[in-house]
């Protein structure tokens, strides 16, 4: 049974398109997280969320957008796309906003 | 800001050729410092936590140890199987909810 998991796992979209990515976790944590891992492998924290509610926001473009509607769930919606937002975008959850996280398979997007 | 740097880039080892990864990094107060491996194609893993100073982790073949500035992983008589990238992360005592990786040491083992 998969600990974090996120759809889909790719997605390939044209420039100006909005589109979304889900994630879901069965853990029973209460903090969720969206990362964004570019071509260099750098991981960089783009939100964290604690029940329901934002914790972090790093510096983020305002086209990112993302929802939590219950502990367990943490979507992310972009909008108008650009070539920029290319990357691997993971899922993750911990506990108390804890150290040790569960990440997911990760969406790899592609902005053409 | 929260700083981390890993070295080397990357690393190419023999089989049972043992080695270690080092994790430099700079926090206003360290809550705690991680060790994460990630495999081509897949999400970060969690391998160990480190709180102060003198802390060791050890599992299978991989120990972790800390000190003020740094962090290192060590590898005993690597296998193929622990090819894979190690990411180092630091959670700040001021900073709860936010994890700072370094940018990875890619460790290549081969038979």
């Known amino acids: 049974d998969t600990a974090v998991s996120q759809t889909p796992k790719y997605l390939v979209t044209q420039m100006g398109n909005d589109k979304s990515i889900k994630c879901e976790q069965n853990?029973?944590?209460?903090?969720m997280y969206w990362y964004k891992q570019d071509s260099k492998k750098f991981l960089k924290i783009m939100f964290s969320?604690?029940?329901?509610?934002?914790?972090i926001n790093e510096t983020v473009p305002n086209r990112f957008s993302p929802k939590s509607p219950d502990k367990a769930h943490l979507n992310l919606h972009i909008n108008s796309l650009e070539l920029g937002d290319s990357a691997v975008y993971f899922c993750a959850s911990s506990q108390d906003g804890g150290g040790t996280q569960y990440f997911g398979p990760g969406t790899r997007l592609t902005v053409l | 800001e929260d700083q981390v740097t890993q070295s080397p880039e990357a690393l190419r080892l023999q089989e049972g050729e043992s080695s270690s990864l080092n994790c430099s990094y700079t926090?206003?107060?360290?809550?705690?410092l991680f060790w994460y491996r990630q495999d081509p194609g897949k999400g970060p893993e969690f391998l160990f936590t480190l709180y102060s100073a003198g802390e060791e982790k050890e599992k299978e073949r991989l120990k972790a140890t800390l000190t003020k500035k740094e962090s290192f992983l060590h590898i005993t008589a690597p296998k193929p199987e622990d090819s894979a990238t190690y990411l180092c992360?630091?959670?700040?005592?001021?900073?709860?909810?936010?994890?700072?990786f370094g940018a990875g040491t890619t460790v290549t083992v081969r038979a």
């Open positions: 969320y604690n029940n329901k509610e934002l914790i």
């Open positions: 853990l029973g944590h209460d903090t």
């Open positions: 926090v206003s107060g360290l809550r705690g």
């Open positions: 992360a630091v959670q700040a005592a001021t900073n709860d909810y936010k994890l700072s």
